[in-house]
């Protein structure tokens, strides 16, 4: 930020501020503050409007520009590895603290006498994707189709299968700089979009408060405190230390994305930052063809703090419900779900999906018990999504090194600013 420019006038102050209004109005006009959630839902579809273009240009310019058709191969398998082990460990992270600090422990809920008519759309049976229906989704059903229903996954296949063609054409490059022109008028358009993020994180947050009210964290206060801690332990010390051993101080790389965070706690959406958090990490020194592969299917593959959430959700189920779990049953569950986890953003509600159908399809834990999560997961999705955005940052930034395809004198000036 210049120095002669106010401070009122940056983003990231005017999005802290429009998230405290929205706290406040929510706390005290409650009414008032749940007619506010158009702004919050408007600012999102503003954003989800721009990111298939922007996948798309971003993905096409860089596989057009870097021309190998092997190093995309190899950045996609190491991308794979990475977002695997990370997962895995956030998945145990979150079952050892769960085990440990026992949120659900002495709340003795029936599964009988539980209102379940309030999880019936989530846990309806045929919403939740196997692994296969999750695979197949991959492939849009038309070209058109896929930018139309903005899909991240399939946009970014017809993009790399759309710069894999370019580069065998004897003047592709023509296409590729008219979709890096076409790319910078999108990002253009982002910035503009993004001078409304203060209005949309205020109505998110007004309607949040207002409609669940910050009494009904009360009685699951210990469940709350639970998810967020895992979720600070395993950013600070897991994250923490792979972005050290690779060179980054992660502190200094939070403080860069330090308006994408904030978008996303007001927001409790890690998709009303990707565009920002693309343009960042290129700005940051990571080549653009590592970013464009890395980061959207890191949207899909790489939700940290998705996988911390419901492994501790589904043995605070347990727990609440008074269901003994064996140590076998506890790993079959920490298998499914590191499985289904990677489902859980192509579909709506899709934690929440993916929790009712890995208890469902499991029979172990019973699937009624999620009725007790629901007055506070919009809290605990902005934990969620504050910790994919993260984990995302740094799986761009390792792979990026992994390849020395990262500009690290370009990283060092730009997180020393």
């Not at 190899?74 to 979150?94: D, S, W």
């Not at 999880?119 to 045929?126: D, E, L, R, T, V």
């Not at 009904?216 to 895992?230: D, Y």
């Amino acid at each position: 930020m210049p120095a002669n420019r106010p401070f009122y006038r940056s983003l990231h102050f005017q999005v802290l501020a429009g998230i405290f209004l929205g706290i406040a109005m929510g706390a005290f006009f409650p009414a008032a503050a749940i007619k506010m959630k158009p702004l919050g839902d408007g600012f999102i579809r503003l954003i989800r409007m721009i990111i298939a273009p922007i996948i798309f240009c971003t993905v096409v310019v860089g596989i057009g520009t870097a021309g190998d058709m092997k190093k995309l191969g190899r950045i996609g398998v190491k991308a794979l590895f990475y977002f695997e082990v990370v997962t895995t460990f956030a998945l145990v992270i979150g079952l050892v603290v769960v085990k440990v600090l026992q949120p659900g422990a002495g709340l003795n809920a029936n599964p009988a006498t539980l209102d379940t008519k309030a999880i019936s759309a989530y846990a309806a049976p045929g919403q939740a994707l196997s692994t296969v229906d999750f695979l197949l989704n991959i492939i849009p059903e038309t070209l058109v189709g896929a930018f139309a229903k903005g899909e991240i996954l399939q946009v970014l296949l017809i993009a790399i299968l759309f710069g894999v063609a370019l580069t065998g054409m004897e003047h592709g490059h023509r296409v590729v700089n008219a979709c890096e022109r076409f790319g910078e008028a999108v990002f253009g358009i982002m910035e503009i979009i993004m001078k409304a993020a203060p209005i949309g994180a205020f109505g998110a947050m007004a309607f949040t408060i207002g409609r669940f009210g910050l009494a009904t964290l009360i009685p699951l206060a210990k469940l709350m405190g639970c998810v967020v801690l895992t979720s600070a332990v395993f950013i600070v010390v897991v994250l923490g230390g792979i972005a050290a051993f690779h060179g980054v101080n992660l502190w200094k790389l939070l403080k860069y994305l330090k308006e994408e965070l904030l978008v996303v706690l007001g927001t409790s959406s890690s998709e009303a930052a990707l565009p920002g958090l693309m343009k960042k990490m290129e700005g940051l020194g990571c080549a653009r063809h590592v970013v464009g592969l890395v980061i959207p299917s890191g949207y899909s593959f790489n939700l940290d703090g998705t996988s911390i959430y419901l492994t501790i959700a589904a043995i605070f189920v347990a727990q609440a419900t008074n269901t003994h779990l064996t140590g076998w049953q506890e790993f079959v569950l920490l298998v499914v779900l590191m499985l289904t986890s990677k489902g859980s953003a192509a579909v709506t509600g899709g934690g929440f999906i993916t929790l009712a159908a890995t208890l469902s399809s499991l029979g172990t834990v019973p699937v009624a018990g999620i009725a007790l999560l629901l007055g506070v997961d919009r809290f605990m999705s902005q934990v969620r999504a504050f910790t994919n955005l993260i984990g995302n940052a740094v799986a761009a930034v390792v792979v990026a090194k992994w390849e020395k395809e990262l500009d690290e004198a370009r990283m060092k000036d730009v997180l020393e600013q």
